[in-house]
């Protein structure tokens, strides 16, 4: 029998589970249903990523931004967590599946059109207010999955995000967002050669990293 | 936490509760809309097979919760080896990690859905930390 390709949708952890997130920044109780809704409206299969930076500094961590998590050993970290979720993934892409991913716009690891920057930051914690700056670019965690996909062959995957950690989150504008994304990948038929990293976030302001 | 919205409660689930993979199949609960209304988040468990990588990082994001107050509980399929839940190769890892293993619920699908989804919300709504527990983490 013939095997029908299937629409995969990789997705941060947090997007199903906002106990992940960084203390202030969980929006919902648990799942973020608008995405889920989005994608399984479409047919999406869901395959829910690790989360780094709870794996790594823990459930108390402090807010951090790109620049603290550029470092060999978080790298490292999000390598380990790549190689463990990515025969997953390749088992999807050999077998010819649609598969996309949804990161966290804003987010210092898991940000995919955008992450949170401060070349300053560091010491003791007692930044003022809304002192850092959102700046068009991957976070650490979605650097490394990437590159680990690229070792093993596979193709770049089409990306957006949820602009949560945008600073002022717009739940309608993030909603929209997405689903302009995943209705042009319809249009599109399956290439997996659009990236929309070039467009524009749901909310502006600073971020919640 | 100020502004924050999280749950404190975490569900470990089977891939194959999230996506069922027989849709010809009778239908299963909808877990995802019974969890989203009860407030817990999802920690997803790999397919079947060999995933032993996974399972370990699953297994010290679990460790992490349990050891800070969040409430953890594990959602099998009856009928699924293991339960959908890898239980042979992740009660060790959490045992390892100094976890107390979580209560364990299993879905039945042979019964009605509506009527599945209503005990399950039952379990979900009933289960959490004692309450010292929680005033000690949870501020």
């Known amino acids: 029998m013939e095997y029908a390709p299937r629409k995969v949708a990789l997705i941060a952890n947090c997007l199903l589970n906002q106990n992940a997130k960084v203390c202030e920044g969980a929006h919902y109780r648990g799942l973020v249903n608008p995405v889920v809704e989005a994608l399984r409206s479409r047919g999406y299969l869901l395959q829910q990523l690790p989360c780094p930076e709870l794996a790594f500094a823990g459930v108390r961590r402090w807010w951090a931004v790109y620049e603290q998590y550029d470092t060999p050993a978080y790298r490292a970290h999000c390598r ?11 088992q999807y892409l050999r077998r010819g599946d649609d598969v996309i991913l949804i990161g966290l716009d804003g987010s210092p690891s898991t940000g995919v059109r955008f992450t949170s920057s401060k070349r300053d930051w560091g010491g003791r914690p007692n930044r003022p207010d809304d002192d850092w700056e959102i700046v068009p670019r991957r976070g650490v965690w979605i650097e490394e999955l990437e590159a680990e996909l690229a070792r093993r062959g596979l193709p770049p995957l089409p990306a957006t995000g949820w602009a949560l950690d945008m600073g002022r989150f717009d739940e309608a504008g993030s909603r929209r967002d997405l689903e302009q994304f995943l ?6 038929g399956g290439s997996r050669d659009d990236d929309s990293a070039a467009g524009e976030p749901a909310a502006g302001g600073p971020a919640v990293p | 936490m100020n502004g924050d919205a999280r749950g404190w409660r975490i569900a470990l689930i089977p891939d194959t509760l999230i996506n069922p993979r027989d849709r010809a199949a009778a239908p299963l609960p909808n877990v995802l809309g019974v969890l989203e209304a009860s407030g817990y988040g999802v920690l997803q468990l790999p397919p079947q097979g060999e995933h032993g990588l996974l399972l370990a990082v699953t297994a010290d994001q679990v460790a992490e919760y349990a050891h800070h107050g969040y409430a953890v509980v594990a959602i099998g399929v009856r009928g699924e080896p293991g339960g959908g839940l ?30 599945e989804e209503q005990r399950f919300a039952v379990f979900l709504s009933g289960y959490d930390l004692p309450v010292d527990e929680q005033r000690r983490w949870r501020v």
Request: charged share 25%; hydrophobic share 45%; aromatic share 6%.
């Open chain 1, 80 to 90: 380990r967590l790549a190689q463990a979720i990515a025969p997953l993934i390749e």
């Open chain 1, 183 to 188: 209705d042009s990948r319809g249009i599109v």
């Open chain 2, 86 to 115: 890898h239980w042979r190769r992740l009660a060790p890892l959490l045992r390892h990690r100094g976890v107390v293993l979580p209560p364990r619920y299993y879905i039945r699908p042979d019964l009605d859905a509506a009527a």
